[in-house]
């Protein structure tokens, strides 16, 4: 993935020169990058946020219609079929007995076809797209960590911002949708944004149990609780959607 958004940067196709990692070496499971100018960004205030948002939809947007070229060159499929067959597994394996999960997912046919009406197309998605997976103080700053990236719908990378101080949430949320109302003129993302929020923190809990099913026993440490309180915030948004008290 690296290598691709490096050379597609070179010519300029999709990532902006510099606004990703350089990979020096790599044998197996094993990357050696260069060094990236900045600093992370964990905890970034709004205006770095909204400054990472956009490069992050730039980035995603040059990359519509391209899909079958990305699926060709590795990227995993998180297309509706695939994704929905990853979170019914995570449900089965993690939560079989949370109601508002199963009925999420027993009515996720209609939710998805809804979605794709709204317009936007699959793209690369980031798969766990937070200020501290970027390198801020660098002009350009650099998006990094795209081990979690997928083919799928874009506003998926939104549901990280469950994980944003409450304050600004909503404000990012808004810059995030905005951003993708430029890309794709025409398109509905707030509406898609409030179908899929909750198919999107299921998809977090995914992405963390990924984790912890690939990372060595002394770092599991760090992620243990991190599924079942995604988890636990999928349930609570489908059920308060389900309760009709759902806001965007």
């Known amino acids: 993935m690296l290598r691709l958004l490096a050379a597609d940067g070179a010519s300029g196709r999709i990532s902006p020169a510099g606004t990703t990692p350089e990979v020096i070496g790599a044998a197996g499971h094993r990357i050696l990058l260069a060094e990236m100018p900045g600093r992370d960004g964990f905890g970034a205030p709004p205006a770095q946020a909204t400054e990472l948002i956009d490069l992050l939809v730039g980035i995603q947007a040059a990359t519509a219609g391209r899909h079958a070229e990305l699926l060709s060159d590795g990227v995993p499929d998180a297309r509706w079929p695939v994704l929905l067959d990853e979170l019914r597994t995570l449900v089965e394996r993690r939560a079989p007995a949370d109601r508002p999960l199963r009925e999420l997912l027993e009515t996720a046919g209609a939710r998805v076809a809804a979605i794709d009406d709204c317009g936007l197309p699959d793209v690369l998605v980031h798969g766990d797209a937070h200020p501290g997976n970027a390198r801020v103080g660098a002009d350009p700053p650099v998006w990094f960590d795209w081990g979690d990236s ?32 430029r890309a794709v003129p025409g398109s509905e993302p707030v509406r898609a944004w409030q179908l899929l929020r909750p198919l999107a923190a299921l998809r977090t809990a995914a992405v963390y149990q990924g984790f912890l099913d690939r990372i060595e026993p002394a770092e599991r440490v760090y992620h243990e609780g991190d599924v079942a309180a995604a988890l636990a915030n999928a349930s609570r948004l489908a059920a308060t959607e389900s309760a009709g008290k759902m806001q965007p």
């Open 150 to 181: 997928r083919v799928g719908n874009p506003v998926l990378d939104l549901g990280i911002l469950e994980r944003a101080p409450a304050a600004d949430r909503a404000a990012l949320a808004t810059h995030w949708l905005r951003a993708w109302q």
